[in-house]
């Protein structure tokens, strides 16, 4: 019993980084990070190399699936993978109907997100503060960067899913967003909502690619600089808030063959600069509450995430 509750809180977990990677500006790698599985998750992805094949070969799948940790994987990306399929839909529908609200509850969780790791810092000497400026900045870059033309072409669907998976995995830099820039978001979506499984398999082929070299270089960051990680991983988080501010003015507006719209550039408002400038109703309370909303489910993430440990 105490085991099948670790599982499912495992693929609740996964559920949460599924639709947390489903939205642009958010990373599945916070949720990763503040539910005290990120490490194990990179570690247990690193364990996947020639060693454990070998152990396949000689000692069969038993042996090899406990030196990767598959029960842990499985259980995760699971919930990863069913949460994409489920929320994809949904969370397009609400960026489009509700993105105020949408947007207020991804700021309250990042807000309690950087508090919670940054508090993870067991000392800031000047190299901390040196990487948590160039994460911020490096964050800020990626946000302010203007979109590309997507395209259906195999060779950068494969690409997409290469790169989109290392931001998925760095707490702050969202995948999605990734997407975005690259102009394959509205592509990957459609692709899934549509069911068009060759895009599909394409991207998850370059996304095992990404993920399988991208785990190892970061893990052995945590190894061997762990405090100047940690504060690179909040400064990436710190700049990601500029993506997700509710209340903003669309300066520019791209609209492709398909009429689907990606913004270009916009100017962050105050809730009643944006309802003079736009004419619209900034939902000012509703917003207030929905942030309190990320703030709660992050404490209650890390909450479970050390009761976690505890028991471990």
Same mark, same amino acid.
């Given at each position: 019993?105490?085991?099948?509750?670790?599982?499912?809180?495992?693929?609740? *977990?996964?559920?949460?980084?599924?639709?947390?990677?489903?939205?642009?500006?958010?990373?599945?790698?916070?949720?990763?990070?503040?539910?005290?599985?990120?490490?194990?998750?990179?570690?247990?992805?690193?364990?996947?190399?020639?060693? /454990?094949? *070998?152990?396949? *070969?000689?000692?069969?799948?038993?042996?090899?699936? %406990?030196?990767?940790?598959?029960?842990?994987?499985?259980?995760?990306? /699971?919930?990863?993978?069913?949460?994409?399929? /489920?929320?994809?839909?949904?969370?397009?529908?609400?960026?489009?109907?509700?993105?105020?609200?949408?947007?207020?509850?991804?700021?309250?969780?990042?807000?309690?997100?950087?508090?919670?790791?940054?508090?993870?810092?067991? %000392?800031?000497?000047?190299?901390?503060?040196?990487?948590?400026?160039?994460?911020?900045?490096?964050?800020?870059? &990626?946000?302010?960067?203007?979109? &590309?033309?997507?395209?259906?072409?195999?060779?950068?669907?494969?690409?997409?899913?290469?790169?989109?998976?290392?931001?998925?995995?760095?707490?702050?830099?969202?995948?999605?967003?990734?997407?975005?820039?690259?102009?394959?978001?509205?592509?990957?979506?459609?692709?899934?909502?549509?069911?068009?499984?060759?895009?599909?398999?394409?991207?998850?082929?370059?996304?095992?690619?990404?993920?399988?070299?991208?785990?190892?270089?970061?893990?052995? !960051?945590?190894?061997?600089?762990?405090?100047?990680?940690?504060?690179?991983?909040?400064?990436?988080?710190?700049?990601?808030?500029?993506?997700?501010?509710?209340?903003?003015?669309?300066?520019?507006?791209?609209?492709? /063959?398909?009429?689907?719209?990606?913004?270009?550039?916009?100017?962050?408002?105050?809730?009643?600069?944006?309802?003079?400038?736009?004419?619209?109703?900034?939902?000012?309370?509703?917003?207030?509450?929905?942030?309190?909303?990320?703030?709660? !489910? &992050?404490?209650?993430?890390?909450?479970?995430?050390?009761?976690? %440990? *505890?028991?471990?």
């Amino acid at each position: 019993m105490v085991l099948f509750k670790r599982w499912l809180l495992l693929f609740l *977990k996964g559920m949460a980084m599924g639709a947390a990677d489903v939205v642009p500006g958010v990373s599945g790698g916070t949720i990763a990070f503040i539910s005290g599985i990120y490490e194990d998750l990179l570690n247990s992805i690193r364990s996947i190399n020639l060693h /454990s094949l *070998k152990l396949l *070969k000689n000692e069969g799948p038993t042996a090899f699936w %406990r030196a990767i940790n598959g029960n842990f994987l499985l259980a995760l990306f /699971s919930g990863i993978l069913l949460s994409i399929a /489920s929320f994809a839909s949904l969370v397009s529908h609400l960026l489009e109907s509700q993105p105020i609200l949408v947007w207020s509850f991804f700021f309250g969780l990042i807000v309690a997100s950087i508090i919670y790791i940054f508090r993870q810092l067991p %000392r800031l000497r000047w190299p901390e503060w040196t990487f948590l400026w160039v994460g911020t900045l490096m964050a800020l870059g &990626v946000s302010l960067a203007p979109p &590309v033309q997507g395209s259906t072409d195999w060779l950068m669907v494969f690409m997409a899913g290469t790169i989109a998976i290392c931001a998925m995995i760095l707490p702050g830099v969202s995948g999605s967003f990734i997407l975005l820039l690259l102009g394959m978001y509205p592509i990957m979506i459609d692709a899934i909502s549509g069911f068009h499984w060759q895009i599909i398999l394409v991207f998850m082929l370059g996304c095992v690619t990404g993920l399988m070299a991208f785990a190892r270089f970061l893990s052995w !960051l945590l190894r061997h600089y762990h405090s100047c990680t940690i504060a690179l991983l909040t400064g990436f988080l710190l700049g990601s808030l500029y993506v997700v501010w509710p209340w903003r003015e669309t300066l520019e507006v791209l609209i492709d /063959s398909r009429g689907r719209e990606t913004i270009l550039s916009s100017r962050l408002l105050l809730p009643a600069e944006f309802a003079r400038v736009t004419g619209l109703d900034p939902k000012t309370l509703m917003a207030t509450l929905w942030m309190v909303a990320g703030l709660l !489910l &992050v404490l209650g993430l890390e909450y479970l995430g050390g009761q976690q %440990r *505890k028991k471990l």
